[in-house]
């Protein structure tokens, strides 16, 4: 479904992602993992569109994407949420799911001059709420969410733009156990609907319970790739986690 | 139902104004009052539903202004289609600077705007073939007779502006522009075109202070640059703020006070300016949501 072959980007002498290629095929779980720096915020940056790569093709079900910009890939069916959550902290919760439905919209702006309505996003918009348990909370402002739910909320809001592909950069980070518990659970529900999943992710449990295929990179390269079970027992994976002198 | 009431109320106040205020000169304040009203309104669009810092507007205003009267004193167009072109060609160099907001963020954006707004004003003064330079163009006429029908025409249309912008921030396209504001990157993830809907903002509010310049030229009988000095910049900028930015009501009520208070100050001679600035001052520190944050507790 998503098809990279050899992506690079550098930052002055920073070589942040090298020749990574990789494919993700549709309606499957697929994790990227790897240490600390090894470039995975990266490769999902240049995936969703927010940086351009220096070198290499990358492609969703067979169109380009080089040279496409972010808000153009979401209407292909392209989705992500941030690791450093970006929620628009002063909108309530509603607003912020609300605003990813308008990439469905092709109401010429005129016509709302005469009559001003959201009305019918906010069905759905509730929707998505109860989805990711914060129904409750519909007009309560996002900034003032606990940090869990504002990773939650995030959910909701890419999945506004119904994206058949979904990444998301580290959801469980800073979660507690029953938040991702809840989480895995929801992106069982997500990938079950059929939307294929591109999770970044440090949580071992996460990556090794839900995914199918699992992505190594260590310092801008792809390290291997394989099942979750084959990960765990790579040498140069364990080593790249645990240090050197843990290798088998 | 509560914003028929609210719209049937602005309309009995606009208007009962003019008899309440029955003084010419007062009366003539009102007529200030409307045009500094739409100019805050189309602000607001820019600065409080898209955050995009623009100190040009009185740049907007002075093209409305120069082209309508260029058009009726020099080529003898009918006013109204004076206006029209006066509308349009506003616009349109509110989207030669949404081209900069596309690439400009926060204070970067502050300072092309005002470069934008110096620019505009020179060109006013120095350009004496078309726009008589500092020596201003004399004897412009208004479209209508006598002070109060001009006053229920600005306000009238700053009526029907303020009800079609409510309509606007309170659809998906509102939607749209809080989110730009909110986080940009976040909004290009979930398909918002950033520069596009900055564009459009920033050419909707030109078009509307250059409509509110159509009429500042009849109004006062004479047309200077001096009128259109970056300093009204940041007058309008203060409106926004001190009423309540990112508010419907707050641009309205800024635009108000910031009229009228001046006007009765006038008797403290050179105190006003002094106690003008510290009432600023003490509105942005005790009231950060403008003055509009007032109401909104309570309701």
Not at chain 1, 16 to 31: D, G, M, T, Y
Not at chain 2, 83 to 105: E, N, P, Q, S, T
Request: charged share 15%; aromatic share 10%.
């Amino acid at each position: 479904m998503l098809q990279a072959t050899g992506l690079s980007k550098s930052f002055g002498g920073v070589r942040a992602v090298r020749n990574v290629s990789l494919a993700v095929p549709e309606k499957s779980i697929f994790a990227l993992i790897g240490p600390n720096g090894a470039g995975k915020s990266t490769l999902l940056n240049l995936l969703s569109g927010i940086y351009q790569p220096d070198a290499g093709d990358l492609a969703f079900d067979g169109r380009d994407l080089i040279g496409m910009p972010a808000y153009q890939r979401v209407r292909l069916g392209v989705a992500r949420t941030f690791q450093k959550i970006r929620l628009f902290k002063q909108l309530t919760l509603i607003e912020n799911v609300r605003a990813g439905f308008h990439v469905h919209e092709d109401t010429p702006f005129w016509q709302y001059l005469v009559r001003g309505s959201t009305g019918r996003f906010d069905a759905e918009a509730r929707e998505l709420l109860e989805f990711v348990g914060l129904g409750a909370r519909a007009h309560q402002r996002a900034g003032a969410l606990p940090y869990g739910q504002q990773r939650m909320l995030e959910v909701a809001r890419a999945l506004a733009t119904r994206p058949r592909l979904f990444m998301l950069d580290e959801p469980a980070a800073g979660l507690n156990a029953a938040e991702v518990e809840f989480l895995l659970e929801r992106l069982a529900e997500i990938a079950r609907r059929g939307v294929t999943l591109l999770v970044v992710e440090h949580n071992m449990d996460l990556v090794m319970n839900v995914a199918q295929r699992v992505f190594v990179m260590d310092h801008g390269e792809p390290l291997f790739e394989g099942t979750p079970r084959e990960v765990q027992a790579h040498p140069a994976v364990v080593s790249a986690y645990l240090g050197g002198e843990f290798a088998a | 139902m509560r914003r028929a009431g609210f719209f049937l109320g602005a309309l009995i106040i606009i208007a009962a104004l003019p008899w309440l205020i029955s003084t010419p000169y007062w009366r003539g304040i009102l007529v200030l009052c409307a045009m500094n009203v739409l100019l805050a309104l189309s602000l607001n669009l820019v600065m409080g539903y898209t955050g995009q810092l623009n100190l040009g507007q009185s740049a907007f205003y002075a093209i409305g202004a120069y082209v309508s009267t260029i058009l009726i004193k020099t080529y003898h167009w009918n006013f109204w289609l004076a206006g029209l072109a006066a509308i349009v060609a506003a616009g349109f160099l509110g989207l030669a600077l949404a081209a900069f907001a596309a690439r400009l963020r926060g204070h970067y954006l502050a300072i092309a705007s005002l470069g934008f707004a110096v620019i505009t004003y020179q060109v006013l003064v120095n350009w004496e073939s078309v726009t008589e330079g500092v020596r201003g163009i004399y004897g412009i006429s208004s479209p209508v007779r006598g002070t109060v029908p001009l006053f229920y025409l600005v306000a009238g249309i700053a009526l029907v502006v303020y009800a079609l912008m409510d309509n606007l921030v309170r659809s998906p396209v509102g939607d749209t522009l809080r989110a730009i504001r909110e986080d940009e990157v976040s909004a290009a993830s979930l398909g918002v075109n950033g520069a596009i809907w900055k564009a459009f903002a920033f050419g909707v509010c030109a078009a509307i202070a250059g409509l509110a310049g159509c009429f500042y030229p009849g109004f006062v009988g004479t047309l200077v640059p001096d009128a259109f000095n970056i300093v009204e910049s940041f007058t309008m900028l203060a409106m926004v703020i001190v009423g309540g930015i990112g508010t419907m009501i707050g641009p309205v009520i800024g635009a108000v006070v910031l009229t009228f208070l001046p006007e009765l100050l006038r008797g403290f001679g050179e105190l006003r300016l002094m106690i003008y600035g510290v009432a600023l001052t003490l509105v942005v520190l005790f009231l950060p949501g403008g003055i509009a944050s007032c109401f909104k507790r309570r309701a």
